[in-house]
């Protein structure tokens, strides 16, 4: 049911509509009618996959297929312990990624769970306790002050009602909420004030309402329904893999063929020949990759966590570090979420508050000055109203100051002790003898106060364009004096002053009353008053986030603000953490809506910042920018967020503020809340990224080198210069621990310095694919030459030739290494700058000389002890490929 006409209908309109009574509300029967025709007030969901068909849909993966041929081939070759190490691997890596992907899925389950449990609904004239899923539409509820809303309702009572929808709209401040119908154009939810929606919280007053929509047709409801709708992409990284995999694949079965071939035609026999092809097919494919792959995104990940970062999908890491827009809530990632006073104005003067959030330590400043709000009685009168005219607490909890109450009282708090002024020491020079709590039709609140001297007098607080239609004096410095039409222009001056540095204003007003006065009601009390001035307070922008927004941008990362505050807060606050610059565009939500996705798209590059946005907005924000080719990291905290968080490249959301939604539908969950911590795993993306191609360009060259001291050998019509278990050796083992250890790399200095990659840059894309041949090539043809050297000396030993080069080959490996860490050449880095990687090196060297000198395992890998002077031939050759290139470089770069 459409629910938008409820907005602007009277209470009578509204029970006749829905057959209700506001009095009696329904009968049972009545509910039990609309139960089996809209069904129960829940969140339904899609159709789950099972557990066995996720956990089978784990061996999909291209390079999991790799891994299982190299099985086959294993086990072809009789080396039976290597085909069960593999398949080991493969089992591991499909329960990792099926309990990664059964936490995807809980988005739903955390929606439902916000839905309140239990409501106070209105049945054949009586209040009952029901759960909130047998609501259905026309019944009355009641709430106040800590419940959540049931349902959509149309508020019919509301007594000083506000209520917390941050995580519905964004917005920072409780929403007050009215009853009067409203017949003004609403363009999103947050303007909606005679509307409370499911999820929501009531932080001040109370009300009742009558259902309009339950289940699936509330605004959660529609949420959820995006949230099951919203398609979930698959990551750069799995792209690459799986185009590698291919690659693998293809060469690996060219080369069998091409071998058994010329093989064959030389006059060799053909089992021998498709043993020898098999050899080359195990050369081609590195059975450790994808192993290495994930470990490298896992310690990426333990690194994350050090940073207040938890991924929750591994490749979400490599995805971050792509990112060329990253789409920003503002309200408590940008800011702190605690408003504060900063600014105060009487009589001309503007006085500024130092101290942020919270912090009750601060000082006042006229300019440059520093002044006492002690020696200064109007600047202490409106912070002592201000504190006075308040409901606020401020506590101390677990070592940290807390505010109990509204964050808008709550910085009026803050701003008095920050002069000294403290609620008991006002408690002891005033007694509050009647309130007229805040009333949205009012925009106000007063209190009549009687002090030491038995004076009474009515201190109010309100919105400023409405307190001064209620003032017929101003209180300028010292002096009172007649509000003139000039002087209230003045006044308003100041009060656009302050609201276009984003300041929301509170004005503070008092009026002494003779002792015989007596007031009945508001409207005696709120009249004739004396303005006093105004706080300007605002919710902080976090002091880190300026630097991280600038270094995002030196990275060539476009950060947008998407928030559903008013355009001039936004605008204030993107401007001061440098998001909105020069000719940048400022979008608001009504604008978004007349927009489809192809529209958006020709403007959306140019616009920094989203204002008044909702859900589907976010949307069409997030699918606008893929459209154009960006990478989308989606940041947010509440229900609003998620399908966008879902939709988006990568999923961002709070740790501390975040909703269950928000952290179940994204990939990445920051501990502190902080936009800052975005930056750093962005650069622990990239450096992950980068680690990926520096041990598959070790990998693969290592490889190239195997192949083509195999394929040199048959062209040449030589005998096999390597047995199949010494390659399978080689690229489970010996290379395993220096390619995982360059996962382990630390970020070269210009990682944060170039621009994010191409969404669709190859994995040997800027050279790579150059270097691995080049490289491979090298390695092959010194291990080749090293072959030949001793086996032409000495024929009759061929296990002595074999195993020199063996040697050859791990010897050039780990040598080539160190080159791998950086993409210029071996001498731009510290050699010992990866002590891991040192260790590696290290470890692997051992292993060889176990495998060459230990009897039990000569007779399995077909080694012989080497003897000495064959050392200096071994060194030198497998130093040849790393220092022939980058001695070339170094000519290059003189040149």
Not at 592 to 609: K, R
């Amino acid at each position: 049911m459409q629910d938008n006409h409820f907005r602007g209908m009277k209470t009578e309109e509204i029970e006749q509509s829905l057959q209700t009574s506001k009095r009696l509300g329904l009968e049972k029967k009545e509910v039990q009618r609309r139960l089996k025709e809209y069904g129960y007030n829940e969140l339904h969901e899609g159709e789950k996959q099972s557990a066995l068909l996720l956990f089978f849909a784990q061996f999909k993966d291209f390079m999991v297929l790799v891994l299982l041929a190299a099985t086959l081939i294993s086990g072809l070759l009789g080396e039976y312990i290597d085909a069960i190490a593999i398949i080991a691997i493969v089992i591991v890596n499909g329960f990792l990624g099926f309990f990664q992907e059964r936490k995807a899925e809980k988005s739903l389950d955390a929606l439902k769970e916000m839905a309140a449990p239990q409501v106070f609904a209105l049945r054949d004239g009586e209040w009952q306790k029901i759960p909130s899923k047998e609501l259905v539409l026309g019944d009355v509820i009641r709430f106040s002050s800590g419940d959540r809303i049931g349902a959509d309702l149309r508020i019919i009572e509301a007594n000083s009602l506000e209520i917390e929808e941050s995580a519905l709209t964004g917005e920072s401040v409780p929403v007050t909420k009215y009853a009067s119908p409203n017949h003004q154009q609403v363009d999103s939810i947050g303007d909606e004030e005679n509307m409370a929606f499911m999820g929501t919280m009531v932080t001040r007053g109370h009300g009742v309402g009558i259902v309009i929509s339950t289940g699936m047709g509330t605004a959660m409801g529609k949420i959820a329904d995006m949230l099951q709708t919203a398609q979930t992409t698959t990551t750069p990284l799995q792209h690459r893999l799986e185009q590698l995999g291919k690659i693998l694949i293809t060469t690996a079965l060219l080369l069998t063929a091409l071998v058994v071939i010329i093989g064959v035609f030389q006059g060799n026999d053909l089992y021998t020949m498709v043993l020898a092809g098999v050899s080359l097919a195990v050369a081609a494919i590195p059975e450790g990759l994808p192993a290495i792959v994930t470990v490298a995104l896992s310690l990426g990940v333990q690194r994350m966590i050090k940073q207040n970062a938890i991924v929750r999908k591994l490749p979400a890491v490599e995805t971050l570090g792509c990112a060329s827009v990253i789409c920003s809530d503002k309200t408590g990632t940008m800011t702190q979420n605690k408003m504060t006073v900063t600014h105060i104005w009487n009589g001309g003067q503007t006085w500024s508050v130092t101290g942020s959030g919270n912090e009750t330590d601060g000082t006042f400043l006229r300019g440059e000055e520093e002044i006492s709000p002690s020696n200064n009685k109007t600047l202490q009168q409106i912070l002592t109203f201000g504190l006075l005219c308040n409901h606020a607490e401020v506590i101390e909890r677990e070592g940290k100051v807390v505010i109990d109450g509204d964050p808008t009282e709550g910085a009026l708090a803050i701003a008095a002790l920050k002069a000294g002024i403290t609620r008991r020491s006002l408690q002891d020079r005033f007694e509050i003898i009647k309130e007229f709590p805040f009333d949205s039709t009012r925009k106000m609140m007063s209190i009549i106060v009687k002090d030491q001297n038995g004076r009474q007098f009515v201190v109010t607080k309100g919105a400023p364009d409405v307190l001064v239609s209620k003032t017929e004096s101003i209180l300028w410095g010292d002096k009172l004096q007649y509000l003139t039409g000039e002087m209230k222009k003045t006044v308003q001056s100041a009060i656009d002053g302050l609201a276009e540095q984003a300041l929301r204003t509170i004005a503070i007003a008092y009026k002494p009353l003779s002792g015989n006065t007596v007031i009945l009601d508001e409207q005696d009390a709120e009249n004739n008053l004396i303005f006093i001035g105004l706080q300007g307070m605002i919710d902080p922008p976090r002091p880190e986030v300026k630097q991280a927004v600038k270094e995002c941008r030196d990275a060539g990362i476009k950060t947008v603000m998407i928030t559903g505050d008013h355009a001039i807060t936004a605008k204030a606050i993107a401007s001061q953490l440098g998001i909105l610059r020069g000719k940048e565009k400022v979008i608001e939500g009504k604008m978004l809506a007349d927009m489809d996705v192809s529209d958006l798209e020709d403007i959306v590059e140019d616009v920094s910042v989203f204002a008044r946005v909702s859900p589907e907005h976010k949307l069409k924000i997030v699918k606008a920018l893929q459209n154009k080719g960006h990478i989308v990291a989606m940041t947010g905290d509440g229900v609003n967020d998620a399908p966008a968080i879902k939709s988006a490249d990568i999923g961002i959301a709070m740790g501390i503020t975040g909703t269950d939604v928000a952290k179940e539908a994204s990939s990445l969950i920051l501990l502190d809340d902080n936009f800052a911590t975005i930056k750093s795993a962005i650069k622990e993306g990239r450096n992950i990224y980068e680690n990926i191609r520096k041990f598959i360009r070790y990998l693969l060259a290592s490889n190239v080198g195997e192949i083509l001291v195999m394929f040199f050998a048959m062209i040449m019509a030589l005998p096999l210069p390597l047995v199949p278990i010494q390659i399978l050796w080689v690229n489970l083992v010996t290379d395993g621990l220096p390619a995982m250890a360059l996962g382990l790399d630390q970020p070269e200095d210009n990682v944060m310095k170039r621009g994010p990659r191409h969404p669709k840059e190859g994995v040997f894309a800027r050279g790579l694919g150059w270097k691995i041949i080049s490289r491979g090539f090298l390695i092959g043809l010194s291990t080749i030459l090293a072959f030949i050297t001793v086996y032409k000396s000495n024929p009759d030993q061929l296990a002595y030739a074999q195993t020199v080069a063996f040697a050859t080959l791990v010897l050039a490996q780990l040598i080539h290494v160190f080159d791998c860490r950086s993409e210029k050449s071996i001498f731009s880095r510290n050699p010992f700058g990866n002590k891991y990687l040192v260790w590696a090196v290290i470890s692997s060297l051992l292993l060889m000389l176990v495998v060459i000198y230990y009897p039990p395992l000569q007779g399995v890998f077909h080694t012989v002890p080497i003897a000495m002077r064959d050392w200096l031939l071994i060194g030198g050759m497998a130093s040849i490929p790393t220092f022939l290139l980058a001695g070339s470089f170094l000519i290059r770069k003189t040149k």
